[in-house]
């Protein structure tokens, strides 16, 4: 099973954005999902403050700044 976690903050118009996307896909799907601030953790906000929204797929990063919904759906289908 897939796991998609959404790095973002508090305020971040983009984490709204890729918060609608990703609730969508993972609802349809059937794929679980978390979000995590970076203001949670400084390695977080240090490593990913410049890229938020961070979408992280079974831990490994697969976007930022937007989730694009056609390219998180073929990255669930093909990842085994």
């Known amino acids: 099973m897939h ?3 959404l790095l973002g903050k508090p305020g971040c ?3 709204d954005d890729a918060r609608a996307v990703i609730a969508r896909v993972a609802g349809e799907l059937g794929v679980p999902w ?3 601030s970076i203001d949670s953790s400084e390695e977080l906000r ?3 403050w410049e890229m938020i929204p961070v979408t992280l ?3 490994v990063q697969h976007d ?3 989730v694009d919904e ?3 759906r073929a990255a669930l289908a ?3």
């Open 13 to 15: 118009h983009l984490c």
């Open 64 to 66: 930022f700044w937007r």
């Open 70 to 72: 056609a390219r998180l």
């Open 46 to 48: 240090e490593k990913y």
């Open 57 to 59: 797929i079974d831990g």
């Open 3 to 5: 796991r998609i976690t």
């Open 78 to 80: 093909s990842r085994t």
């Open 34 to 36: 978390e979000e995590v």
